[in-house]
């Protein structure tokens, strides 16, 4: 009988001991996972747990507002594009051309079934009217194609002349 009660009463401590090793892993385990949330949200500082679940939820908010902004913009300048593209009159391509100071920044977007442009073309186009290309991108978004260049004048005191760009871009886009 005493052997029927040390295997009892060593189970239950058993029971006990590896109900407390399980919290005591759940407790690490949510100390690690705040430990990752505050790297995230307030990587300068240590915050207590209520504030820094405050501080996440306000940060999700934040990026979920950014997000839907970003949507926004972008169903814009493409929602426009299908409505006329539904009447079978596409605005496409679009160019559009802001300088500032010496900097001046390109867009152009282009349905894919229209006549291929070559990115160099149009950097070239730069090049020979005087600016240094910073930035050429080009992408391809559904059926679409997304140009940008940004380019700075050589010559500061000289500038670019934007209507010059211009009129050879839709040179070569037309």
Excluded: W
Excluded at 37 to 48: A, G, I
Excluded at 89 to 95: G, I
Excluded at 96 to 118: A, F, P
Aim: proline share 3%; glycine share 4%; hydrophobic share 40%.
């Amino acid at each position: 009988m005493e052997r029927a009660r040390e295997i009892g009463e060593g189970s239950a401590s058993s029971l006990r001991e590896q109900r407390n090793l399980r919290e005591k892993e759940r407790r690490m385990r949510m100390k690690h996972l705040f430990s990752i949330l505050s790297s995230h949200v307030s990587p300068t500082r240590r915050l207590p747990v209520p504030q820094l679940i405050d501080q996440a939820v306000s940060y999700m908010i934040q990026l979920k507002e950014k997000v839907n902004y970003l949507n926004e913009m972008k169903r814009r300048m493409l929602g426009g594009e299908v409505k006329n593209r539904s009447d079978g009159s596409s605005l496409l391509p679009k160019l559009s051309i802001r300088s500032l100071d010496s900097i001046i920044e390109m867009n152009l977007v282009m349905d894919l079934n229209m006549k291929g442009v070559m990115l160099h073309k149009l950097v070239s186009v730069f090049e020979e009217e005087g600016a240094q290309v910073m930035s050429a991108n080009l992408q391809n978004l559904n059926d679409r194609t997304f140009y940008t260049i940004i380019a700075q004048a050589i010559i500061c005191r000289i500038g670019i002349d934007p209507s010059r760009i211009e009129e050879r871009l839709r040179d070569i886009i037309s």
